[in-house]
């Protein structure tokens, strides 16, 4: 399987704190993106890395790339009771355009 | 933002009906798009890769027969599952996109459930 592995699984914490989710891949990427996925619902898409940057941000979103260890971090700061949701990375590959989920993160902010 | 549409959002039918499932990206030309299954709890399992005007990708273990994807034009692919039996319930989406370091858009997923 060319699934990438999150961790943690899981990760529960209470409102205002930080919250970090990791991804590994296995083969080289164009780009690695970030989802957030609602229980039952679509997926809404909340940042783009390319493989020649190493670090974006977006409001309180922070994505590192690190392409030698083939990893990627997802930062949510001053997180909300409103982020709780699954979160996944995925990535689009070099070689046949697949574009692959990883395994996912469960966050739960606690009010 | 880019939108894509997925139809039906939701079929329940007997075993043994095919169910055709479309996505459509409606503000943008997606030379490629994606059909994935999900389960319950679980992440998002690529079936295949369709780029426009050729032939689908699958991936292993996905059987193409069974599972029959057309991507006719810019902005429409289809997935047939063909012969619907109990074990192919399940979340199916789509996801486009127009090139490559372009973010992928997915639809909203359609809920298949054989009876």
Not at chain 1, 75 to 104: E, H, K, M, P, W
Not at chain 2, 82 to 107: L, R, V, W
Request: hydrophobic content about 30%; proline content about 3%; some cysteine.
């Amino acid at each position: 399987s060319q699934q990438g592995e999150e961790d943690p699984q899981a990760l529960s914490i209470q409102e205002g704190e930080n919250a970090t989710m990791n991804c590994s891949y296995k083969t080289s990427i164009n780009n690695l993106q970030w989802y957030r996925q609602n229980s039952g619902r679509g997926l809404v898409h909340l940042i783009l890395i390319r493989s020649n940057e190493r670090e974006k941000h977006s409001g309180r979103l922070r994505v590192t790339l690190d392409t030698s260890k083939k990893s990627s971090s997802l930062l949510i700061t001053a997180s909300r009771a409103a982020d709780t949701a699954s979160y996944f990375c995925a990535t689009n590959q070099v070689t046949g355009n697949q574009f692959y989920f990883g395994t996912g993160t469960s966050l739960t902010v606690i009010p | 933002g880019a939108v894509v549409s997925q139809h039906p959002s939701r079929v329940i039918c007997k075993s043994g009906t095919s169910v055709k499932i479309e996505c459509r990206s409606l503000d943008f030309q997606a030379t490629t798009m994606f059909w994935y299954r999900q389960f319950p709890k679980k992440s998002l399992m690529l079936m295949a890769t369709s780029n426009e005007g050729s032939k689908a990708t699958y991936e292993q273990g996905v059987e193409k027969d069974k599972f029959l994807i057309n991507h006719a034009s810019l902005t429409l692919s289809t997935l047939t599952v063909t012969s619907a039996h109990p074990e192919d319930s399940s979340f199916y989406i789509c996801s486009a996109k127009s090139t490559t370091n372009q973010p992928q858009h997915f639809g909203d997923g359609t809920r298949l459930s054989i009876l």
